[in-house]
């Protein structure tokens, strides 16, 4: 019997679980953790309900946990004792734009997603520690911003397997246009969070090889960047489910993560029997792809490098907008201070409308 626990009950949550109902032809347990009893009810019901459609042996169980510090989420961790944890919550929602709009998610819009970077390692430090506490031998894997979030963690000691989604999505997006060519051979893209939409800078575009060849990325992403957000999570969801079975199975996967053991961005990994690998075209070294990711990061408003979170772009601009509490680079041990600053502001601006942003400040 293989255990997942997935932390989380929001959209992502959600989709993932209701893919491994769909996927799962071994004997799973999902335990799904979540604030709100009804809706982590709804879910594992739904889940149970597909299973059974399906004929696919998982098991769904719902925990409430009303409150997810460190020392709440190792005692769900220590009960489970999964093979792998998938954490799907953040304190930023990326719905937030089109459920609440306001003064600050129009500041989060131009600044670029990159400025949220404190938030979403909120819940994933958290998460991660929980693992590393009270069940170390458990791969965890970070769904919130991993491309940036992972390295964090990893700078602050904690260890992390992987993100799921963004890189993944994306050469799945190029696969599936690929299968209209018989003569395509194997696929290995690096792309970072930014390429889910095209770069404002086209020499910023994700690299593409396939048979061991440069392509051009363009052609192969166009069509998955006009998908709206909310239809992307249904490749999202099924990739991350797909994901977790690959991880912990015994046959060696090739395929595309983002963050993994807490690389900046995306790349071509194998997985399997509990061990991720880098699977870089020929003639690219581990420090090309990383130097790559990094000034993609750039391009994404924040970077990681070794200890040091540096905001960059319009974040760079508008952050001393804001006031002096929320410096432009700090090290990750000043994260949870800077996070309480930006955190006083975004209570600030959620309370003006985006238009009273726009005129205020720029
Ligand atoms: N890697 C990818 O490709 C990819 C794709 C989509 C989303 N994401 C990321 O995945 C994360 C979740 O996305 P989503 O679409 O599921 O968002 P969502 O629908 O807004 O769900 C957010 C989740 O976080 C929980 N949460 C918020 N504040 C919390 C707190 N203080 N303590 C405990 N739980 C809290 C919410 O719980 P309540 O419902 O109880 O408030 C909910 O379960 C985000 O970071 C998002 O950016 C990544």
Request: glycine share 8%; charged share 20%; hydrophobic share 45%.
């Amino acid at each position: 019997m293989t255990d997942f626990l997935v932390l989380g009950s929001g959209s992502l949550a959600r989709v993932v679980c209701y893919s491994l109902a769909a996927v799962a032809t071994r004997p799973i347990r999902v335990t799904v953790v979540g604030r709100d009893a009804s809706v982590v009810g709804e879910i594992g019901q739904v889940s149970r309900v597909r299973a059974a459609t399906g004929g696919n042996p998982v098991t769904f169980r719902g925990i409430t946990l009303p409150t997810w510090r460190t020392e709440d989420l190792a005692s769900v961790v220590a009960e489970v004792v999964p093979d792998a944890v998938l954490l799907c919550a953040s304190t930023q929602s990326p719905w937030e734009g089109t459920a609440r709009p306001s003064a600050w998610t129009e500041f989060t819009r131009r600044a670029g997603f990159g400025v949220t970077l404190p938030f979403h390692v909120e819940l994933a430090e958290a998460a991660a520690r929980a693992v590393a506490e009270a069940a170390p031998d458990s791969l965890f894997l970070n769904a919130a911003f991993p491309d940036a979030v992972n390295p964090v963690l990893s700078a602050l000691g904690i260890p992390v397997f992987a993100g799921i989604g963004n890189v993944a999505v994306l050469a799945a997006a190029a696969r599936a246009r690929l299968a209209e060519d018989a003569e395509a051979g194997e696929l290995a893209m690096l792309a970072h969070h930014l390429h889910l939409h095209a770069p404002a800078n086209p020499d910023h575009e994700a690299v593409v090889y396939v048979a061991g060849k440069r392509v051009p990325a363009v052609p192969l992403l166009e069509a998955q960047r006009r998908v709206r957000r909310q239809e992307a999570n249904q490749v999202t969801g099924l990739s991350a489910a797909r994901t977790l079975f690959d991880v912990v199975g015994d046959a060696t996967v090739h395929t595309h993560l983002p963050g993994p053991m807490g690389r900046p961005g995306g790349y071509p990994v194998t997985v399997g029997s509990r061990r991720i690998a880098l699977r870089l075209p020929a003639g690219v070294t581990e420090d090309d792809a990383v130097a790559a990711n990094q000034v993609w990061a750039e391009q994404d408003s924040v970077s990681v490098e070794r200890d040091r979170i540096r905001f960059t772009g319009a974040a760079a601009t508008m952050l001393p907008e804001l006031g002096p509490d929320v410096p432009v680079e700090f090290p990750v041990r000043d994260l949870a201070e800077v996070r309480a600053a930006l955190s006083r502001h975004r209570e600030l601006l959620r309370g003006r409308g985006p238009d009273d942003f726009r005129t205020r400040v720029v």
